[in-house]
């Protein structure tokens, strides 16, 4: 009596060009045997998929086509890998479906010595699937600790061959590169750059255009600093980085800062004051649907809260701005110094990179050392493992140390002298912009004001509360140190010049920001400068918290 069966088929990449199970070639195997057996083909079911995991559409076809014809009770396989490399498929078929699994090669009997052979060479099946992930895995990660990426390249790169790493794309690292640069210098959110990234022509490995997600992980993927992170570890790449360790720095700040923003544009002033009587945060709300008012919060009880529309709180914290006006006098004194102590400045930038070529010789040789004790016996392979790790970690702070403070170059004085100027416009301009634009300058001035029945008290950040401190200091001409000049003396002077001469480095060069400045003065857009916006995030990295 012919027996009615389904015939299933299976192959992967990799056992298809190493092993030759095609797919045309167990079929043609699965129909000879069939022929001769008497058995009946009902549904012949091809899959190109790993049957290391649960989960494959043909598979899960193929079961339930089974659960609801009673009158096929077995499948036929060319080998019992090529039906489940997993025990929860071969169970779901022998256990639960009570079916006849039949090898075309490995000639099971139909009995209970049958069925105990089958489940053996499931269990091997399975056995040799996880063997082979974890080799795998094994040998992806000891590609990452050599510096190569172990898969297909990101976006922006390709693969080179077999044991070569990757290299930059020439048709994608363009624009990947001015991706990083677009997001850092504007106000574009992530969303927004999608939209960029797609009007610019920017497409995934199969063609398609990128989506938010996947611009937010290549903004955060430090391949394109020139590391290779596997499993949350870091290493150091053999292949070219496509932008720069500051500009990756600052662009991880920005998407941290507007992940955890606490701020609604509704109301651009909320989180940026804070009432003078308690210490709570001055909330806002909306009146009659239409007008903005702010209040304390009165969360720790005791404050009677005093109300204020938005527009008028706006006006008060223009005294926020005027508190850093600076005179041409003012500005004058800030770049002579920075003249005097150019030359300096430079000495003490080589003697850190010194300082940092010592440390990593160091720790090099220390680490070479115990590596020689390794192999020599005398330190342990778990000892060694910890060593080399916290080595690594060092090694690694080290050269983004130097990195930084090699890419930090000399001043532009005409960047300087471009930004004190702007300051100088500063109140004039803040009063003609809308109150986004001034909350969001005021976000780069201060850390948060308190206020009190209309009168505002700022918070500056450095080096803003320098300048405060100098404009209101009588004796502003007047230095505590043995050398005079002002902001409290020649040390204080460089740092505030210092600190406005500093910018994170986007696609601009030096001779094109002072151009940016005055054009940016001339349509009074203060607080979308590119030298005021990325100012306190270069302080912080400066250590002047």
């Not at 109140?427 to 004001?449: G, M, S």
């Amino acid at each position: 009596m012919t027996k009615r069966v389904v015939a299933y088929i299976r192959v992967s990449t990799e056992e298809q060009a190493e092993h030759g199970y095609s797919l045309d070639g167990q079929q043609q195997v699965l129909t000879d045997f069939a022929k001769g057996h008497d058995l009946q083909i009902v549904e012949c079911f091809v899959e190109s998929q790993s049957a290391a995991a649960p989960g494959r559409p043909e598979f899960e076809r193929m079961t339930r086509l089974l659960a609801a014809d009673k009158s096929i009770r077995a499948v036929l396989c060319y080998k019992i890998d090529r039906l489940a490399r997993n025990m929860t498929d071969y169970a779901c078929l022998v256990e639960k479906l009570g079916l006849e699994i039949i090898s075309a090669t490995e000639m099971l009997p139909s009995n209970a010595t049958g069925q105990l052979m089958g489940n053996v060479q499931a269990a091997f099946s399975t056995y040799f699937s996880r063997q082979l992930s974890e080799r795998i895995q094994l040998a992806m990660e000891t590609k990452a600790k050599k510096g190569l990426w172990p898969s297909v390249a990101p976006t922006g790169y390709v693969n080179l061959g077999k044991g070569q790493g990757i290299a930059p794309d020439s048709t994608r690292a363009d624009l990947v590169r001015k991706l990083f640069e677009v997001y850092a210098s504007t106000d574009l959110s992530v969303e927004g750059l999608t939209t960029w990234a797609r009007d610019h022509g920017l497409r995934t490995r199969r063609g398609g255009a990128p989506k938010r997600s996947a611009i937010h992980a290549m903004l955060s993927n430090p391949i394109y600093v020139g590391m290779v992170q596997w499993h949350d570890v870091l290493y150091e790449g053999s292949h070219t980085p496509l932008v720069s360790r500051a500009l990756f720095d600052h662009v991880q700040e920005k998407l941290h800062e507007r992940g955890h923003s606490q701020t609604k544009p509704a109301f651009p002033y909320r989180g940026l004051v804070v009432c003078a009587r308690c210490g709570c945060q001055i909330t806002a709300a909306v009146a009659k649907q239409k007008y903005i008012y702010y209040r304390c919060t009165g969360a720790r009880g005791g404050c009677r809260p005093q109300y204020v529309r938005q527009d008028r709180l706006g006006e008060q914290l223009a005294a926020v701005v005027q508190g850093v006006k600076m005179t041409a006098e003012q500005v004058e004194a800030l770049l002579n110094a920075m003249h005097e102590r150019r030359g300096e400045r430079e000495a003490e930038r080589e003697r850190g990179l010194q300082q940092l070529r010592r440390r990593l010789e160091t720790i090099t040789n220390r680490r070479d050392a115990a590596y020689e004790d390794k192999l020599d016996g005398k330190l342990s392979e778990e000892c060694w493992l910890d060593r080399d790790r916290k080595w690594a970690t060092e090694l690694f702070q080290i050269k983004c140390e130097m990195e930084t403070v090699a890419a930090t170059p000399q001043p532009s004085m005409d960047d300087v002298q471009a930004t004190l100027e702007l300051l100088q416009r500063a109140p004039e301009l803040y009063l003609r912009q809308n109150d986004q634009e001034r909350a969001r300058l005021l976000r780069v001035l201060v850390w948060n004001c308190m206020w009190k029945g209309g009168k505002v008290v700022p918070i500056y950040r450095r080096p803003f509360d320098l300048v405060a401190k100098g404009l209101a200091s009588a004796d502003w001409y007047t230095g505590q140190e043995s050398e005079p000049g002002p902001f409290f003396g020649a040390a204080a002077t460089l740092r505030v010049a210092w600190a406005f001469a500093s910018r994170t480095p986007t696609a601009s060069q030096p001779s094109e920001v002072g151009e940016e400045v005055f054009v940016l003065c001339r349509e009074d857009d203060l607080s979308a400068h590119p030298l005021l916006h990325h100012l306190t995030g270069r302080a912080r990295r400066a250590g002047w918290d």
